[in-house]
Structure formats: C-alpha cells, structure tokens
C-alpha cells in the first residue's frame, strides 16, 4: 500500500512538474512576442509621450497576450465564459498598465527623466519584469482555473475567487 502511495506521488509530481514547465515555457515564449510589440510600440510613439505611449503598445501587447495565453500557455485549463475571462484579464492588465503608467510619470515629470530615452526604457522594462511576475501568478489564480476548481460540485467559483 505504501509503495502505491510512493508511486502516485512520484507520477502526481512528475505530471504537475511538466504541467508547470509547459506553463511556463508557453507563457514566456508568449511574453517574448508580447515584450517585442511592446518595446516596439513604446519607442516608435514616444515622440508623443512617454505616457500615451506605454498605454497603447500595452493594450496591443495585451491583445496578443490574452489571445496566446488563452490558446497556447494555459490551453489546458478549465473553460468558464469568455467574458468572466476577458473580464479578469484585462482587469489584472489595467492594475498593471496603472501602476506602470505611475512609476513611469513619476520619473517622466518629478525626475524630469523626460528626454533620457535610456532611462525611460530602463523603468519600462522594470515595471514589465515585475508585472510578468504578477500576472503569471493572476492568470493562473484567477483567470485560467484548474480543472478542479471548475468541476468541483460544492465549490461556489465567487467564494472560490475571494479566497
């Protein structure tokens, strides 16, 4: 019986190691696109503003992102509505794009950082280093449910998303 239980854990390690690592390749092949339409669009408009200029390419990286994550990253996930979806996504996108949009002003206007492109890029790739790490945490918490959490007979998903 314990030799059972040794092996079910083996074989429960082994599969949650390649869920996680299949995760995380996706969700970091997805990210890569994503930071290049990003980068991209933020100095390509940053003659218009610093500010304008982070709102936009995140909102076209974040399309891109919503789209691979959904389909590639965490394709093996539970299913709920596409609007529950869309709806937790781009709402952990936008606390994101805010408090990036912040730093970034505060270095743009009280730092009068404004006209050093170098730093202005430094503090953006920042400020997306540390929203990857959230957002791979929110997506998988929130957004892109396991299975369990879905098909769970007495679980009520709103108390389950207040936890």
Do not use: C
């Not at 019986?1 to 970091?28: D, H, P, Q």
């Not at 950082?113 to 790490?133: E, F, K």
């Not at 929110?138 to 299975?147: D, G, M, T």
């Amino acid at each position: 019986m314990a030799l059972l239980s040794v092996a079910g854990l083996r074989s429960y390690v082994r599969n949650s190691w390649r869920i996680l690592l299949k995760e995380i390749t996706a969700f970091g092949a997805v990210g890569l696109v994503s930071l290049v339409i990003d980068l991209g669009l933020y100095n390509l408009l940053a003659p218009h503003g610093w500010l304008k200029a982070k709102f936009v390419s995140t909102i076209v990286a974040t399309t891109f992102a919503y789209f691979g994550n959904r389909y590639l990253s965490f394709s093996h996930r539970a299913r709920t509505s596409i609007g529950r979806e869309t709806s937790f996504f781009f709402g952990i996108n936008i606390i994101v794009l805010v408090l990036s949009e912040l730093v970034l002003a505060l270095f743009a206007y009280p730092f009068n950082q404004r006209s050093d492109h170098l730093v202005m890029n430094m503090v953006n790739l920042l400020t997306i280093a540390l929203g990857t790490v959230f957002r791979f945490w929110a997506y998988k918490r929130f957004v892109f449910l396991h299975p369990d959490r879905v098909h769970r007979r007495e679980a009520d998903l709103a108390l389950e998303l207040a936890e």
